[in-house]
């Protein structure tokens, strides 16, 4: 089973940059694809981007297209979420989670999430 750990969240201010990490345990973390999604209080979970197990593939929501970057590193058992020219509507919780198969954009296509780092990105 892999259990998943997203860090790095903090305040920045509009046009700046961060990059969360997803640290994963687990022994078939390699073989598995992942996928940041994001969460505002009273909304819904939103998909973000995810990235293939062999990093050959990835793909993001038309909000975030340009201005981020998912990548991983199996060998440290990371996945990476590289966030450019923030926008103060892209303050959220931020999740990290598991596939079910690559492709899956919906929150239940996705299982093992993290408990999520918070994102404010100030005016």
């Known amino acids: 089973q892999i259990q998943l750990t997203e860090s790095g969240g903090r305040l920045v201010q509009a046009g700046g940059s961060l990059r969360l990490s997803c640290a994963a345990s687990g022994r078939t973390f390699e073989t598995n694809d992942i996928g940041w999604f994001r969460q505002v209080p009273g909304k819904e979970v939103e998909f973000v981007a995810a990235?293939?197990?062999?990093?050959?593939?990835?793909t993001y929501a038309t909000s975030v297209k340009g201005r981020f970057t998912i990548s991983r590193d199996n060998a440290e058992k990371m996945v990476y979420l590289q966030m450019n020219s923030l926008r103060p509507e892209d303050t959220a919780v931020y999740y990290c989670?598991?596939?079910?198969?690559?492709?899956?954009?919906?929150?239940?296509?996705?299982?093992?999430w993290g408990r999520g780092t918070q994102v404010t990105v100030s005016s």
């Open positions: 989670a598991v596939a079910r198969y690559w492709g899956a954009r919906r929150p239940n296509e996705y299982h093992s």
């Open positions: 990235i293939i197990w062999t990093s050959s593939s990835t």
